[in-house]
């Protein structure tokens, strides 16, 4: 199977180590983890008993959007599997979700949904199976080619909140199809969200909402057939 699990790492190092002990259990495919910041240096080195796992940590603080993109730069395999640590297999999550590229889609995930039209671009509706306006990055998987000539991520993005929503717009104006499907995935306590800093989450949150209004809100065009 041409893919690899990647995983952007940074601190609450037990999550993570669950994390992968219950990907292990289901799959032997390869896993990258990116981390970075001084706080993080040590945060991979339990993982050294897990076979085909690199762990890549540098020294400068990187934001969400530049460790996206340095995990496309690294993996060469056809399907990258975005996800988040507080996301864990309870049973074989990958082979139904690549079997759905044969049916045209750019990116196949778990959670995700419609852009809210009523409330003008400013929420979304989680609309259950089917295709979809946006995934979210708790188990994201995506054409590592296509999301390359797309752009990636964008750098800007300092936190993961709304931008992932913003990255699958990307991949709709470029003309690829994203679908939602019900997988064997469960979720612990989402620490990227629940603890950090309220100040930063929602300053950040923000930021990254105002950037998808800026380029995308009125591009009704680009979205999913409503449902």
């Known amino acids: 199977m041409n893919a690899t699990i990647a995983v952007i790492a940074d601190g609450f190092q037990e999550d993570l180590i669950t994390c992968i002990k ?12 990116e981390t970075s910041g001084k706080e993080n240096k040590t945060l991979c080195e339990p993982l050294a008993e897990f076979a085909n796992l690199t762990a890549n940590w540098q020294k400068n603080k990187l934001g969400w959007g530049h460790s996206v993109n340095q995990l496309l730069g690294r993996i060469n395999s056809k399907y990258v599997i975005l996800m ?7 049973g074989d999550a990958i082979t139904p979700t690549i079997a759905k590229f044969a049916e045209g889609y750019k990116a196949v995930g778990w959670r995700g949904g419609l852009v809210n039209l009523e409330d003008v ?4 509706e989680d609309k259950g199976d089917g295709e979809v306006d946006v995934l979210f990055s708790y188990f994201m998987v995506f054409d590592r ?3 390359v000539a797309a752009g990636g991520a964008n750098p800007s993005a300092t936190y993961y909140r709304n ?24 979720q612990g306590r989402h620490h990227g969200y629940h603890d950090v800093n309220p100040e930063y989450r929602d300053k950040n949150s923000k930021k990254n909402y105002q950037r998808i ?8 065009d680009i979205l999913a057939p409503r449902r």
Request: hydrophobic content about 40%; glycine content about 6%; proline content about 5%.
């Open 121 to 124: 671009w400013r929420s979304t």
């Open 163 to 186: 931008a992932d929503i913003e990255m699958s717009l990307v991949i709709r104006e470029n003309g690829g199809k994203l679908l939602q499907i019900d997988l064997p995935l469960t």
């Open 22 to 33: 219950s990907i292990r259990a289901h799959t032997d495919i390869p896993i990258y983890i």
């Open 145 to 147: 080619e296509f999301m």
């Open 84 to 90: 988040d640590p507080s996301t864990q297999f309870t």
């Open 213 to 220: 209004l800026e380029r995308f809100r009125g591009r009704e």
